[in-house]
């Protein structure tokens, strides 16, 4: 559509120039200055073109202006052009449109809706960013839909990209769960438990807040640890590597299992050290500022911010101290045009001080730097808390939702069909899972509900998924029957309806979703647009047979655009992470 939308500006900008030239004005170049729209209702036809910006230099009315430029359009122009009140409105040629469209996603194929549109940039994606004493959650399961898709659709739109994790393997909260392993923990191990090392790791953290209720020394005694670490005491610093290696193990698990990965891998306990040396620096520059209490803080309120500490008095790193160190060395391995954050909304205020930091210390690609913010998800139950164990465990609600699909599959005698039912079962829950939490923009607060995220009816993952497994179903029925086909061609005139047409449009808009996606960072414009062209391929589907009509050209032409539609889809779960499935 993008093709016929810059085409018919260019033909529109000629006619404008005709129909000025007629009226004897100056100005006769209008190129670049024609405004495209959508009409409100298809039968009004495929493109507006409004005549408002060109009143003044016509000293017309924009209706007047429109019909003048109607008159004056070329008689072999690529479609019909009406008049609209103060629009001008046109009517695409289908067939040439058809015809056009369906070659180019054939050629295309894996990458059609793929585009330069980036090239040339480096962009770091960071997010996931888990802590090491405890498993992924519900909250993680969102920031990794988000930072996984938005890497893969900042590739498609011609980045050079390099999705990052930082592993947060240091700090008081890390101290917690092995001062609770040591005390409570008698050697357990993750063998001899029986759970995942992230599992067993975060009940010592859970474990912690319940002993500091009753011990008011626990937290002092935590701060003492993680200055033994910082002072690299043998004994703690083997437990830390231990524990730590357990959650690290436990939780790349979980990435495998929701196809998650990273080009690279950050670690705090590398990075903080140097931080702390930026910091010095600052403060011997005099950047920055030693506190009363002896702290070192930077004074902000050049934006209209307060103090932040940035070195506490005992000469432990605080987040933000290591949050410098990663950054600087970040852009000395890979040096980006943007590095961009996906972190929760309610860190905003951290990433104003860390950005603002870096200015402030002389980093001048410190204006590259984005915080893609997003709300919070939670479950209909409520809100959730890590340290008193009422978190949404990700690889419990993994399981779950894979459970609820095979039953469903079971439930419906699908099993014979589908082959292994489990993993039909985990890719359904992974569709579900993804594509709910994609939906919507990032920065709005959402409700995670499992029963709602997996109906095969609605704006789900797996309906999307049902859609395509009809079309490969279709697709296979065809294969065949082929030799009953052959020789015959492709005639798009055939295709006239309005559900054709509509379903040709919204394959033909794919690429520019695509390109919204990365410019705004955001994949619900991407996802929605799937399910758009999933419901317009059902209604389609309705309305239009495809292997059951005596017009075998008419079969050839409708089947070529279901095809259209099933790679657009694939390309679209890609990019969403949803799995395809061509049966279910």
């Not at 309705?542 to 657009?568: F, N, W, Y």
Request: proline letters at 4%.
């Amino acid at each position: 559509m993008e093709k016929q939308k810059k085409l018919w500006q260019n033909i529109m900008a000629e006619a404008l120039g005709n129909a000025a030239l007629e009226k004897g004005l100056d100005q006769t170049d209008f190129s670049g200055r024609v405004i495209v729209e959508l009409p409100p209702r298809p039968e009004m036809g495929d493109l507006a073109f409004p005549m408002f910006p060109f009143a003044k230099e016509f000293r017309m009315a924009p209706p007047a202006i429109a019909a003048s430029v109607v008159a004056a359009l070329k008689e072999n122009a690529p479609g019909r052009a009406t008049t609209a009140g103060p629009y001008v409105n046109v009517f695409l040629d289908r067939t040439e449109f058809l015809s056009g469209l369906i070659s180019e996603v054939r050629a295309d194929a894996d990458t059609y809706g793929h585009s330069s549109f980036l090239s040339g940039q480096k962009i770091m994606v960071e997010f996931s960013c888990p802590n090491t004493n405890k498993p992924l959650h519900l909250g993680h399961l969102r920031n990794d839909a988000i930072g996984e898709s938005v890497s893969r659709i900042l590739a498609a739109t011609g980045a050079e990209v390099q999705k990052v994790n930082l592993i947060n393997n240091r700090g008081v909260h890390i101290c917690k769960s092995m001062l609770a392993y040591q005390k409570f923990g008698k050697g357990v191990t993750p063998e001899s438990s029986g759970k995942k090392g992230d599992h067993l790791v975060g009940e010592f953290y859970v474990k912690f807040n319940q002993w500091s209720k009753e011990d008011e020394t626990a937290e002092t005694q935590a701060q003492e640890m993680l200055i033994k670490w910082e002072e690299g005491d043998k004994e703690v610093i083997a437990l830390w590597e231990q524990m730590n290696k357990w959650t690290i193990e436990g939780i790349a698990e979980t990435y495998k299992n929701t196809n998650i990965s990273f080009d690279r891998y950050y670690y705090e306990s590398d990075t903080y050290l140097s931080g702390r040396d930026e910091v010095l620096k600052g403060l011997e520059s005099g950047i920055l500022h030693k506190d009363e209490d002896g702290s070192i803080r930077l004074d902000m309120s050049d934006v209209g911010l307060d103090t932040k500490v940035l070195l506490r008095s005992d000469g432990t790193s605080v987040y933000m101290t290591q949050d410098l160190g990663t950054a600087i060395a970040r852009h000395k391995d890979f040096p980006f045009d943007r590095l961009i954050y996906v972190v929760g909304a309610e860190q905003e205020y951290h990433f104003q001080v860390l950005f603002h930091a870096l200015k402030k210390l002389g980093y001048s690609w410190a204006s590259m730097l984005y915080h893609l913010s997003y709300g919070m998800v939670n479950l209909p139950e409520g809100k959730m808390k890590s340290r008193e164990g009422t978190v949404v465990d990700a690889d419990d609600l993994l399981k779950q939702l894979s459970d609820m699909a095979s039953d469903e599959i079971r439930n419906k005698d699908r099993a014979d069909s589908v082959g292994d039912v489990d993993e039909t079962g985990r890719k359904i829950a992974l569709a579900a899972l993804h594509y709910f939490l994609l939906q919507v923009s990032p920065l709005k607060d959402m409700i995670f509900d499992p029963k709602e995220s997996l109906s095969f009816n609605g704006n789900t993952g797996p309906y999307l998924q049902y859609v395509s497994a009809r079309i490969s179903s279709m697709v296979d029925k065809y294969e065949k029957m082929k030799a009953g086909y052959e020789g015959i061609k492709e005639d798009f005139s055939l295709l006239s309806s309005d559900a054709e047409w509509e379903l040709a449009k919204s394959v033909s808009s794919f690429p520019i979703a695509l390109h919204n996606a990365a410019a705004d960072l955001n994949p619900s414009d991407l996802a929605c647009h799937l399910y758009d062209i999933a419901k317009s391929f059902s209604r389609f589907y309705h309305d239009c047979p495809i292997l059951g009509v005596e017009d075998k050209s008419l079969t050839v032409s409708r089947m070529a655009l279901a095809r259209a539609v099933l790679q657009v889809l694939k390309n679209g779960f890609d990019l969403v992470n949803i799995p395809f499935l061509s049966k279910m």
